[in-house]
């Protein structure tokens, strides 16, 4: 466990033996902390809403293996979201809501880079030694991690898509890549 002083806000990935496609997101909020799993909020419904038209957090149906073969990967399985936390923020945290907000800071020499190393090499080591899966990068923050550990032909395919917060895969402008999305998961 990467802080264990966080240890209830901790959410494991979920992955099946049979997991043949990865979503990677960015982190848990408190609907995941609350419920124990990733994608258990909003989001989590809008991807099942998109993907399958069921009423159900993608997490949920994921966890139960309610769809064939798919798992989840957040970069980082703590909240990066204080607002997630009614604890005083450790030294690692303070930095939590900058890394997700201000993706130039991680390229700066700044104290942000150390706990931002920790995050990277814990996210890189639960992802490595699944470059056979197919990998779906879901937002900014996931492919901007993704690109910082990997290279994309390491894998066996990536696909980048828009975080689905916001109801962003149901926009106009995304139809094209959700379209591909959803031929992707099949």
């Known amino acids: 466990m990467l802080y264990n002083q966080l240890k209830n806000y901790f959410v494991n990935d979920i992955l099946h033996e049979e997991t043949k496609t990865i979503f990677v997101l960015e982190s848990p909020h408190t609907?995941?902390?609350?419920?124990?799993?990733?994608?258990a909020g909003k989001s989590g419904f809008d991807m099942s809403s998109v993907l399958f038209g069921i009423d159900e957090s993608f997490g949920k149906l994921v966890r139960d293996k309610k769809v064939d073969a798919m798992g989840i990967v957040n970069i980082?399985?703590?909240?990066?979201?204080?607002?997630?936390?009614?604890?005083?923020?450790?030294?690692?945290?303070?930095?939590?809501?900058?890394?997700?907000?201000?993706?130039?800071?991680?390229?700066?020499?700044?104290?942000?880079?150390?706990?931002i190393k920790k995050m990277m090499d814990n996210f890189k080591s639960r992802l490595e030694m699944h470059k056979d899966k197919k990998i779906v990068l879901c937002g900014n923050f996931a492919q901007s991690a993704f690109d910082s550990v990997f290279s994309e032909?390491?894998?066996?395919?990536?696909?980048?898509?828009?975080?689905?917060?916001?109801?962003?895969w149901k926009k106009a402008k995304y139809k094209e890549v959700i379209e591909k999305l959803k031929r992707y998961v099949k």
């Open 31 to 39: 609907q995941e902390v609350k419920n124990g799993y990733p994608v």
């Open 153 to 168: 032909d390491e894998f066996n395919e990536v696909l980048r898509v828009p975080h689905p917060s916001f109801n962003n």
């Open 76 to 115: 980082c399985n703590y909240p990066l979201q204080m607002s997630a936390y009614d604890i005083v923020p450790n030294e690692d945290m303070q930095f939590f809501e900058k890394i997700r907000q201000n993706p130039k800071l991680r390229k700066k020499v700044n104290p942000i880079n150390d706990a």
